[in-house]
Structure formats: C-alpha cells, structure tokens
C-alpha cells in the first residue's frame, strides 16, 4: 500500500523527525540524521552507545503518533543464513508481516529494512537493494528496503566486489566497523549495524518523492 507522502513538517520543527524501531546502536539512525533528520530510536535492549534520542521499549506498541518518517529493521535472525548455520530460525520471532501492519496502519511513511534473504522468501519487496560497494564503502554488506513509496529515485552504481572488500564474517573486527562508517559503536554492536550510508541516501530518496507528491 502507497501512502500520500506529506511534506514533512510536524511538530513546529525545521528539520523532519524520524522513528527508528529496533534501532540497535544507530548505523540507520545516523544516516537519517546525515541526510537532516531528528531521530528518536527504539530498542527493547539496552543500547549504551545509540548517539541521539533513546527509549528502551517494545517496537510493536511503542506509539507511532507525530514523527514524519518511520524506520524498521525487524530482528533478522529467522532468516539470515548464519541461523541456519548455527542456530534454528524457529527459534526466532518472525515480526515482519505484524510489523508492516502496524506502519500500515499507521498512515505515516515508512521503511523496513532486512537481509536479502526475506527478498528472496518474497516476505520484503526489494524496493531498495543495497551494498556498501554502491557508496565506496569498503565492505560487502547486502541490505533489502521496502518503502510506503514503492521505490524509485536516482540511480546507483552495481555492486563491484573487488579483490580486498570486507565481507562481515560475525568475528567482531574493528576494522569493518569502521569501515561501514559505525566508529562510535563497538566490535560487537557492529555485527548487527548497517552502514549509515544505506539510509542517508534512502532518506533523499523520500524527501524527493515528498516534494514531487506535493507539486504534483
């Protein structure tokens, strides 16, 4: 479903504001911070290092009422490959259809992110597939977005794994951390984030589909 997309003014403030659920330590939040956002993020752990706004609570009723923009990265453990390799995936929650629900209903626009394999599952339509090779970014990290818009906007570059690009191998290193753009988290927040880059440029993709929506 396609949400008329406002322009993004609430709240008496300058810049739009932007929930993160399931924010983890912020490589999303940040990104979305970089392209001019306010954020506020949600976690139900504890996240010592998340460097704006926090509140520790449930993703699925913390309230949704006045942000502009809705972010979501629901727990990808039930279906990235290294579950299968080390774990049971029915072991973890499968939250993304409720999730999407809840946005839906929600009425305000909104992004979930996850691993490429809910792609391929047809559980998330890949609106947006990215890799940290589209922004220069030395690592090979995947990442599938689907959006309230559909889609659409400006034109990336392919991947281009080349010959010394990371590839994340859950071993906690500092320097693929630093490389996804994530210097303030430590190893270990890392091996969940998203390089900041991936939203920064999703986020510019939104406020053009905003300003369109409204010219139109």
Known sequence: MTHRIPIPRAHGRTRPLLLDLCCGAGGLSMGYHQAGFDVVGVDINPQPNYPFEFHRA????????????????????????VTAW???????????????????????????????????????????LLCGSQFGLNVRRHRVFETSWGGGGDLLPPCWHHKGLLA?????????????????????????????????????????????????
């Open 58 to 81: 449930d993703a699925l009723t913390f309230p949704l009422d006045g942000f502009d923009l809705i972010h979501a990265s629901w727990p990808c453990e039930r279906y990235a490959r």
């Open 168 to 216: 994340f191998e859950h071993k906690g290193e500092r320097a693929y951390a630093d490389a996804m753009g994530c210097t303030w988290m430590t190893s270990a927040e890392a091996r969940k984030a998203v390089p900041p880059a991936y939203t920064q440029w999703i986020a510019t993709q939104y406020l053009t589909h905003a300003r369109t929506e409204v010219a139109a």
């Open 86 to 128: 080390r774990g049971n995936p029915d072991d973890h929650p499968d939250l993304i259809a409720v999730g999407r629900d809840r946005l839906v209903a929600s009425g305000i626009p909104w992004v979930i992110e996850n691993v490429p394999e809910t792609a391929k599952a047809g559980i998330l339509r890949p609106d947006y």
